[in-house]
């Protein structure tokens, strides 16, 4: 007996991509997409009749205007040596606006729309240098910034019915450096191994590696491979200011992803390569994994960080050359990903309890013809 809504998604997304060779070693490149979109949906009122839930009356508007683009300077000044000068510009604007009296939290009244706007601008270099035959060395380096301006932050009062909002600007500086060397140090041992230094204006300096070596087993080609490596991860501008309200509220006290992973596996080949299988088992580490947690108000989700956590699993796949045309490949992989150690905690996931949104088993098959 409701009205209906027509809700619908509407989206026009324009791109390119155009490069010249203006001589022999020397050439440009450029990438651009834009997307304008717009959602109107009904959302679910779990407020005013909660526990149950009806359809809102009104829907809510989303318009999306996102522009990523890539501009590229290719120079090979000597044979066995190529720089890579780009220039990477992304620029994103949303505008939601729930016109329903459904605040949740807030004294009956509609929430102002949510305006967000991030700009992110990128210079980078990357140099190839061919040092020695089967040495490759890679250099690069990079300049990032980003800016983040959101209406959506806010403040409760202490009996969390009234709400002051208010505009939030927040910029923030990344600069890199890392060095990776590509080696084959015989017909049968291959090495990656990198560096990586970040220096973050909000979180500090953190230095990150990698090494992975591979051996094919004469007479039967089995490829024996693993690896290990450290990571960083800063919390993104959103996951720091942006709130979706009454549902969700942003953390300004997030610590930044830091962790530590290793993995072990093989690959072996058949009758000249025409069928290939494989296993490999991988553990990652984890300290101060962000990920969705209840707040300190009922109902109200935002994000936290697990004080540790882990991930391990196996991936296994099987391909098979049918003939010239077809091609067929299965993967499966498991994996448990669980928070390890969190103290005080009051709301999943907890010390011992699985990660949302991790899926246990995956699995695909796949199928190409020519």
């Excluded at 526990?51 to 300077?73: D, K, L």
């Excluded at 090979?76 to 890579?84: D, L, R």
């Excluded at 290990?228 to 996951?239: H, I, R, W």
Aim: charged share 20%.
């Amino acid at each position: 007996g409701e009205k209906r809504n027509n809700d619908f998604y509407d989206n026009w997304t324009y791109s390119t991509k155009l490069g010249a060779k203006l001589s022999d070693n020397l050439a440009v490149n450029v990438v651009g997409r834009y997307t304008d979109s717009e959602l109107r949906l009904t959302n679910d009122d779990f407020v005013d009749f909660f526990p149950m839930s009806f359809a809102e009356p009104i829907q809510t508007t989303q318009r999306n205007h996102q522009f990523y683009g890539r501009g590229e300077v290719v120079w090979s000044p000597v044979t066995g040596f190529t720089n890579f000068f780009g220039v990477n510009y992304a620029n994103a604007w949303s505008w939601t606006f729930d016109p329903n009296m459904d605040t949740g939290l807030v004294s009956p009244a509609v929430l102002p729309p949510n305006v967000n706007l991030g700009t992110r601008l990128k210079f980078d270099y990357r140099g190839e240098l061919q040092v020695a035959p089967g040495q490759l060395l890679v250099i690069g380096a990079e300049d990032q910034n980003e800016t983040l301006r959101t209406n959506s932050s806010s403040t409760f009062d202490s009996t969390f019915t009234n709400e002051t909002f208010f505009i939030t600007n927040a910029e923030r500086r990344n600069d890199a450096g890392w060095l990776e060397l590509q080696s084959q140090l015989t017909k049968q041992f291959y090495l990656v191994t990198n560096v990586r230094y970040d220096a973050n204006e909000v979180f500090g300096d953190h230095t990150t590696f990698r090494i992975a070596p591979v051996y094919l087993v004469p007479g039967t080609n089995t490829k024996l491979k693993g690896s290990y490596g450290t990571g960083f991860k800063a919390p993104s501008l959103e996951d720091l200011f942006v709130n979706f309200l009454p549902f969700f509220v942003a953390n300004a006290n997030l610590k930044p992803e830091e962790s530590a992973g290793w993995d072990l596996g093989f690959e072996q080949p058949i009758a000249n390569d025409r069928f290939r299988f494989g296993s490999t088992y991988f553990r990652n580490d984890i300290k101060n994994l962000i990920a969705v947690v209840e707040s300190t108000t009922p109902g109200v989700e935002t994000l936290g960080n697990i004080n540790t956590a882990s991930t391990f699993g196996f991936e296994n796949f099987a391909a098979w050359q049918v003939n010239s045309r077809l091609n067929l490949r299965a993967d499966y992989t498991y994996t448990v990903a669980k928070a390890d150690s969190t103290p005080g905690c009051t709301s999943p996931p907890c010390s011992g309890q699985q990660l949302l949104r991790r899926p246990k088993n995956k699995a695909s098959l796949t199928a190409n013809w020519q």
